[in-house]
Structures are given as C-alpha cells and as structure tokens.
C-alpha cells in the first residue's frame, strides 16, 4: 500500500518540512475567498458589519457575490486592516500594479448635465 502525503511529509528533515509547510500557506493565502479572509483576520461578519456601517447580511452578501466593486473590495479589505492593490500579469512583461484605480473621493460624481434639445428652446421662444 502507498504512504499517505502525511506519513511522507513526516519523514522530511524538519527544516525541509518547514519550507514545505511555508509555501503550502504561501500557496493557499493567495487564492482566499473574502470569506476564509474574513476568518483568518479572525474577524465575524457582525464585527466587519460594524466597521463597514452595514448589516451582517450586507456582509454575507459581499462574501457571496462573484462580481464586486472595486470600492466594495476595498472598502472590505480596509475594514479588516488590509490595503487593496489590483496588479495584472502579463506574460513576457512580468506584474504590474495599476494604480489610481480603486482612490475614490467618497462622493459620487455628478451626473453628466443634459443640454437641452433644440426643439425644447424653439418652443419656449415661440411660446
């Protein structure tokens, strides 16, 4: 019978174990869900509800959804004592962190003014 990963592992020399063990949490700290973030911050989502002034279920929302704001995902991060960068990847070229993308005044931006219609202003001018 085969030796489990365990018993493998177990027979490593304990500084090879270490690294081993280094890079398995290196490798599973890169694809976290918001929600196992959440829980290694040993954060609940009542806790985070309070920081963020929303309800738990408005975090338990935020957990769930595939598609976020970038706002939203910082705002989440900040919450737990993070800073939220948005890098992308290209191949031959390396990492590249894009900045400016996510820095939001905390106001909304007005919506563009309409410019009334010529046939609008004809009417009151006939009128």
Not at 52 to 80: C, F, H, P
Not at 82 to 96: C, K, S, Y
Not at 99 to 116: R, Y
């Amino acid at each position: 019978m085969g030796k489990s990963l365990k018993q493998m592992v177990k027979k490593l020399p304990a500084d090879r174990r270490e690294a081993v063990e280094a890079r398995a949490a290196a490798l599973i700290a890169e694809e976290m869900s918001l929600r196992d973030l959440r829980k290694a911050m040993k954060q609940t989502q009542s806790s985070l509800a309070r920081k963020l002034d929303i309800g738990q279920d408005g975090v338990s929302r935020i957990e769930q959804r595939a598609d976020l704001l970038l706002s939203t995902a910082r705002s989440y991060v900040e919450a737990l004592g993070g800073e939220l960068e948005l890098v992308a990847r290209f191949p031959g070229r390396g990492t590249v962190v894009i900045s400016h993308v996510s820095e939001l005044s905390g106001k909304p931006e007005p919506a563009p003014k309409k410019q009334k219609s010529r046939i609008s202003r004809d009417k009151r001018a006939s009128a």
